[in-house]
């Protein structure tokens, strides 16, 4: 546990580290051991072999790196600033639009834009995937900088996409609740 949480508490998890039981294989620092693998982190038991999310994964990787070029390509032409200042439009043949139209409500955040919009592509799944980058609609949300052409609609949170209205309205709710 201390390995894996390293990155983000490393000071924490060195204490940890210098307080565990003295073993001679084991690193005079936990910054100095290798991060485990799934064999460590799941014990004895073998880690399952799941081929339909390999290649789900290998496919949404694929299409990502895909994004970042064409991201990193309206950034250098001055379209875009950040990425969330980016909605895609990206259209693909099968096989590849069936696994990103499963993933639809998440690839802005696979992608991290404010919109992706999927269009279903013609093909024998040889025309491959394109990729369109064009300036988000809408402003700024000033919770999670996402642009939303719905920011300002609620008269209580005017500076909020819809998304972080709803959620500060639950945590003002859960808050009342406990009070």
């Known amino acids: 546990m201390a390995r894996l949480l390293a990155p983000i508490l490393s000071f924490t998890c060195e204490e ?21 693998d799934a064999a460590d982190v799941l014990g004895n038991s073998s880690v399952p072999e799941d081929d339909a999310q390999q290649h789900e994964w290998t496919t949404l990787l694929a299409v990502r790196e895909q994004v970042l070029k064409a991201l990193e390509d309206a950034r250098t032409g001055k379209n875009i600033g950040k990425s969330l200042e980016a909605q895609l439009v990206i259209t693909a ?5 069936s696994v990103l139209a499963r993933h639809r409500d998440q ?31 809408g402003n700024k949300c000033d919770r999670c900088w996402n642009y939303s052409p719905r920011v300002g609609e609620d008269q209580t949170y005017p500076t909020v996409c819809e998304r972080c209205s ?14």
Do not use: M
């Open 107 to 137: 690839l802005r955040y696979l992608f991290i834009v404010s919109a992706v919009t999927l269009v279903q592509g013609s093909g024998n799944g040889t025309g491959g995937v394109h990729v369109e980058v064009k300036k988000a609609d």
């Open 16 to 36: 940890v580290w210098q307080h565990l039981p003295k073993l001679p294989d084991r690193p005079q620092s936990v910054h100095l051991a290798k991060f485990p």
């Open 166 to 179: 709803a959620v500060l309205k639950e945590l003002e709710r859960s808050a009342s609740t406990k009070a």
């Open 93 to 97: 043949a099968d096989p590849a639009y």
